[in-house]
């Protein structure tokens, strides 16, 4: 079947513009997770969304990103005022909650370039 | 969750078995022993996981020492595509645990053909 889905795959912006990036889940996968990875590092865990819970924003790192997802499927990931220090692959992950295995599905990432 | 440490990195030769090790010597009763891995320009992609005992399937095995202190990614036959960054993760049972993973540098493995 279909899996994770992410859109753009590349996005150049320049500093000071709003970004939008989205994540089209594993239909059914009631979590979904956004992660970033910077050129040479390890991923880095952003925001997580669980059902119809309150989302976990404690990966945000800064108050100019926030995301959203809407009827528990699509998600977007909104970065504000870009900086260049925010260029990095944003890779979006879903799964299905089970209670003791949460297998991650994930995404061919957006990479964003902040000029 | 708790700490793992892997080598940086690693070599292998095609159609050669490959042990990527993994330590975690602070591991908890409930924390299960997971393995990604990143193949290049691509998401992560599950491999593995395991509690206590040693688990197989497709991909890979995953030996996991009889005090769970560490455990070891066994690759039966290396290819050339299963060159990647193989992650080693701590995850603690769903139950009251955060949902995401926390990745660490992970070890580069090297497929020579």
């Known amino acids: 079947g279909a899996g994770v889905s992410q859109s753009p795959s590349n996005k150049v912006t320049e500093k000071g513009k709003d970004v939008e990036l989205r994540c089209d889940p594993i239909s059914g996968h009631t979590a979904l997770y956004w992660y970033r990875q910077s050129l040479g590092q390890g991923l880095e865990f952003l925001i997580y969304f669980q059902g119809n819970s309150a989302p976990d924003k404690s990966g945000l790192p800064s108050d100019r990103f926030s995301a959203e997802r809407t009827g528990g499927s699509v998600s977007t990931l909104t970065i504000q005022r870009t900086q260049q220090e925010d260029s990095a692959v944003y890779l979006c992950a879903s799964s299905v909650r089970t209670s003791k295995h949460d297998e991650q599905y994930f995404g061919p990432g957006t990479r964003l370039t902040v000029t | 969750d708790a700490k793992t440490t892997q080598p940086n990195s690693m070599e292998s030769n095609e159609e050669e078995p490959v042990h990527l090790p993994c330590n975690h010597s602070?591991?908890?009763?409930?924390?299960?022993i997971h393995w990604y891995r990143q193949l290049p320009s691509q998401g992560p992609e599950y491999v593995i996981h395991?509690?206590?005992s040693n688990v197989n399937n497709r991909m890979a095995s995953l030996a996991i020492a009889e005090d769970r202190k560490s455990s070891t990614l066994i690759l039966h036959r290396a290819t050339l595509r299963d060159a990647a960054v193989y992650y080693c993760?701590?995850?603690?049972?769903?139950?009251?645990?955060?949902?995401?993973?926390?990745f660490g540098k992970g070890t580069k493995l090297s497929v020579k053909p």
């Open positions: 395991g509690l206590t």
């Open positions: 602070t591991i908890s009763g409930t924390d299960y």
């Open positions: 993760i701590l995850r603690r049972n769903y139950g009251g645990s955060q949902g995401n993973l926390i």
